[in-house]
């Protein structure tokens, strides 16, 4: 059976995917993705291993059965706890949210002297720090949990003054510790990415975790000869497991699309 | 059989119920209460009516089978959504958090203008605007959802600059309707009543929803000739379904007590 017409599956706790899914229609516009945001029981940030990985399963259960040809953990959060553990258990390519940034984190930092900005799940799990260091030994990581910017971000504060000092509060501690390159590790956070440029300055590249997680989504779809070539016209599904329409209304943003219909799983 | 030495139940999304319980064990320092922390599925502000109903209910069972005299619906949204199913549905006193700081409000307001703060949930449901205009019906009823207060006391904000920035955000509209009287409608609100009163000014009286849940919850126990008379040692019993460790460090600010164990569900 040739399955490269079939979609892309994408799961995340809430919206924060879509920004990895905007990154990935850009790359590949003529892929479908089904995407799952797990309204009913976000966010994910702060809670334990044992029930991000019981979330995940059942997740990416539900996209298996929609006929998907790879899934995206779209959800640092979920990548961290749970990617080993359904990379066991499915029989389709799955790629997570961390490795791919670390990777180009790797190539781009000079000093070898890398922060990461997490939600206390992603942070706690070290999940970015083993990435990196798996690359290079001599790697030095700086891991900062940055709880409050995800609440920001769905509140619509990314421009507030408030905003502007909670980044400045979170992200003080760069400055004594020479870093070159700064990891963007939450799919929200690129929504922050100006406030975030601007508090650490010019001489640090930011990395966009979900922009380096479409294009090697992008490279292993062509790698396995899955790439959807249909000149079709391309059709997204979403689903969520609570509040379809507030998806729908705060969607747009994160995708930089509008979001026509949203299912209730 | 005689109910009155058993414990009061209470349930909350989280950790702020127990300033509610911080209220109930200072008025009542002879009852036990068994409080439960749905820890795995916080928060309840933003989910739907009947997700947050599903979840009342699984935790309504789960206390009525510890032996419980009452249930003390220790969360705004919860009460918003659930109380009346709750009240239909199980044959014991249960009490929510949103009519008692009502009827404080109502008795404590000159001029019948009353503005209430809560969650996304508790607004949108306009629980507190129909408690209130029940019991005056000229009453003038400003809603303000003000859904960063709970990450900002989650994440120990309340004393940044940060929240006063976000306090003043979401209440400099209060100055426009001649306000005399703020209900503190979330039970993580009391953490932040310092700041909220230095930006409302002192001819705003602001009422504390989880001190007047306390209030009528031990008025009501007498009523019903349930207070317990034991002078036997009083063993409050704590449970979550996510992470005990955390309910355990940061719970010890909302109960103004120690925590000694925490069970997971």
């Not at 879509?18 to 990154?23: D, E, G, I, K």
Request: charge should be negative.
């Amino acid at each position: 059976m040739d399955n490269s017409t079939a979609a892309i599956g994408m799961f995340d706790s809430g919206l924060g995917g879509l920004t990895v899914m905007h990154q990935l229609v850009q790359a590949l516009p003529n892929e479908e993705v089904i995407y799952f945001g797990d309204t009913a029981r976000l966010p994910y940030g702060d809670k334990s291993p044992e029930t991000i990985i019981r979330y995940s399963i059942e997740n990416a259960i539900f996209l298996i059965e929609q006929k998907i040809k790879m899934l995206v953990v779209a959800c640092s959060t979920a990548t961290s706890h749970a990617l080993d553990h359904l990379q066991q258990t499915f029989n389709i390519p799955i790629i997570g949210a961390i490795e791919p940034g670390a990777e180009q984190a790797t190539k781009t930092s000079k000093n070898e002297r890398i922060a990461v900005l997490g939600t206390k799940g992603t942070i706690s799990s070290r999940s970015y720090e083993k990435a990196l260091l798996a690359r290079n030994p001599k790697a030095y990581v700086l891991p900062i949990a940055c709880p409050l910017f995800v609440p920001l971000v769905e509140e619509h504060f990314v421009k507030h003054p408030a905003a502007q000092l909670i980044v400045h509060e979170y992200l003080k501690v760069i400055k004594d510790h020479r870093i070159d390159t700064l990891i963007l590790g939450c799919t929200h956070y690129p929504l922050l990415k100006n406030l975030i440029a601007a508090e650490v300055g010019e001489h640090i590249t930011i990395i966009d975790s979900a922009a380096a997680c479409a294009t090697y989504a992008a490279s292993l779809l062509s790698d396995k000869g899955l790439l959807r070539h249909s000149s079709e016209v391309v059709q997204h599904r979403y689903f969520v497991s609570d509040d379809p329409h507030r998806f729908q209304m705060l969607g747009r943003e994160f995708l930089g699309l509008p979001i026509d219909h949203v299912h209730l799983k």
